[in-house]
Every structure is written in structure tokens, then in C-alpha cells.
């Protein structure tokens, strides 16, 4: 599966799930890694320092910021324009614990969109926190 998202500059960046990494097509067609180093991981980082495991969708916001679901490590990664990647969302582990992003835990990202206002939202599948019984 790739994810594909493009910027206000006509730039579009791809999530590579199978490469582990995050590629950028440039306004000169040139095709560029931009995070990630290929190697299957979860670490934050400057571009290519940082790693991925299974990225699978990602939005961009007004900002130029890419956020970024993976599906194996089930968190929200951001990626800033000058290249750092950190953790947005997700506690350690995998769960349906509620709370703020630092604290919330999701079982299965499986979408990720973003609105004019830059709030971002995912799907968490099997996440059954707000089910009633």
C-alpha cells in the first residue's frame, strides 16, 4: 500500500510501506527520500537518522508538517519541514486508551485525514474503547 499526499507547492509526498521510508516527488519530478533509511525501525530523528515501521498514510498541513500513521508501531508520526521526525501521538503499546496525545494508545491505525484548521483524525480499527457492550 503507499499513501500519497501533496503540499500547497504542488509537492507530493509518499509513503513508501514497504521501504520504510518517506519520499518527496519534486516540482522537477526528481524523487528524493526525505525520513527514513530503509531500515524497520521506530526512532525519531533528522531526515534519513529516523525510522519507520510500515508507514501507511499521511496528510500535510498549512504549516508544511507531514503526519504520518504506521500501522506496526501504531503511532502518529510528524515529519517538520526541516526534516525532524518525533512521535505526535501514542503511548507506548498498543491499547484504546483515551487521553491526550501523549497519553492515548490506538490498536490498528488504518486512515488519517486532516481539515482546514489542521486538526488532525484517524481511524483506529479494533478499537473498541467507545463501543457500547
Not at 514497504?18 to 526512532?43: E, F, H, L, M, W
Not at 515501521?53 to 508520526?77: A, T, W
Not at 501521538?89 to 490498536?107: H, V
Request: with cysteine; proline share 2%; hydrophobic share 30%.
Amino acid at each position: 500500500m503507499t499513501a500519497m499526499a501533496a503540499n500547497s507547492k504542488g509537492e507530493i509526498f509518499v509513503c513508501d510501506k514497504y521501504a520504510d521510508v518517506i519520499r518527496k516527488i519534486q516540482n522537477d519530478n526528481k524523487i528524493v527520500t526525505i525520513a527514513g533509511n530503509g531500515v524497520q525501525g521506530y526512532k525519531d530523528g533528522k531526515d534519513t537518522s529516523a525510522r519507520f515501521q510500515d508507514p501507511m498514510g499521511i496528510v500535510v498541513d498549512s504549516k508544511g508538517n507531514l503526519f504520518i500513521i504506521e500501522s506496526s508501531s501504531s503511532k502518529i508520526r510528524k515529519i517538520t519541514p526541516d526534516g525532524t521526525v518525533s512521535t505526535y501521538a501514542g503511548a507506548a503499546g498498543y491499547g484504546d486508551q483515551l487521553g491526550t496525545i501523549e497519553e492515548a494508545k490506538f490498536t490498528n491505525l488504518g486512515g488519517i485525514t486532516i481539515d482546514n484548521r489542521d486538526n488532525v483524525y484517524v481511524t483506529d480499527i479494533n478499537n473498541k474503547k467507545d463501543q457500547e457492550d
